[in-house]
């Protein structure tokens, strides 16, 4: 099992490298121990994108050296038995962000992630592995980090092995064809990029449309403007009422109030995974 030095380390320079301050000082970290990558944090700037192999997947935004830290794999910290209830689930919808970090414990990506989640599956350097994943013992506690195992390009998408087993359970070896390097493909913006995080399709696309239009936004089947950009809004007031819906309203609040145990609900409209 490998482990990362810590303060006890002493004369190594761990210390001073773990300390938050100097988490941006690159110059620092190009002499003494390098083996604090994650308790430093910083990984290497990456860009999800449609993959080459298969759905989504993970693309370099800036080129690495063999050896360089990548990035960390997180998620929720789970049980293998519950890792084992909702692989069940999962295995339905044909996904999985499952990765077992030792005999009782599962890193569960699904619901609480960052974007190591879109690596996608090679077996050997001939079909485009780049990549591997390594446990790593953190202060008495078990996390998972990408190392590069060659010198990758900018655009070139991440690759590791998800293991034996679950490429034979997955037939992810027998369907995936090879992966081309150096070339990236089309990279999700605006609504696009909230549909594939939110697993949106296109039924769930009109229900966001329809949500727009009574919040006052667009109709649904409107075309989008071509200069329109993804920008922070305030929160938007509800549908304007006309006096006739305001009577209404406040007869229903006079009827309510007449039973104390009933109770008007109001939901706000939400997305469903």
């Known amino acids: 099992m490998n482990r990362e030095c810590g303060p006890e380390c002493g004369t190594c320079g761990a210390l001073a490298r773990i300390d938050p301050a100097n988490k ?12 604090v990558y994650l308790q430093r944090g910083v990984s290497k700037a990456t860009v999800m994108g449609e993959s080459q192999l298969v759905g989504f997947g993970l693309y370099l ?21 519950e890792a084992d209830r909702r692989g069940i ?11 077992d970090l030792n005999q009782d414990r599962v890193i569960d990506a699904a619901r609480l992630g960052n974007k190591t989640r ?28 990408f190392v590069a195992l060659r010198d990758i390009d900018v655009g070139e ?20 064809p090879k992966a081309k390097a150096s070339r990236k493909r089309g990279v999700l913006e605006g609504e696009e990029a909230l549909d594939a995080l939110d697993g949106m399709d296109q039924r769930k696309r009109g229900t966001r449309e329809k949500i727009n239009a ?22 938007p007031m ?3 009422v006309d006096e006739e819906q305001e009577e209404d309203a406040a007869e229903e609040d006079e009827q309510l109030s007449e039973w104390p ?7 706000s409209a939400r997305y469903s995974r």
């Open 89 to 99: 689930v999962y295995d339905r919808k044909y996904l999985s962000f499952l990765f």
């Open 157 to 176: 998408e991440l690759l590791f092995n998800y293991g034996k087993k679950f490429a034979e359970k997955q037939g992810l070896d027998k369907t995936l």
């Open 61 to 81: 935004a800036e080129a690495v050296k063999k050896g360089d830290f990548l990035s960390e794999y997180v998620g929720e910290n789970i049980s293998s038995e």
């Open 214 to 235: 009574i919040r006052g936004g667009t109709k649904p089947g409107d075309k989008k403007g071509g200069g329109s950009k993804m920008r922070k809004t305030t929160t």
């Open 24 to 35: 941006y000082d690159d110059e620092l970290f190009t002499t003494g121990c390098q083996n």
């Open 238 to 240: 509800g549908p304007l």
């Open 118 to 145: 879109f690596i996608n599956h090679s077996s050997t350097t001939a079909d485009g592995l780049n990549c591997e994943a390594k446990i790593v013992l953190v202060n008495g506690e078990h996390r998972i980090k």
């Open 261 to 267: 145990g009933r109770r008007k609900i109001n939901r």
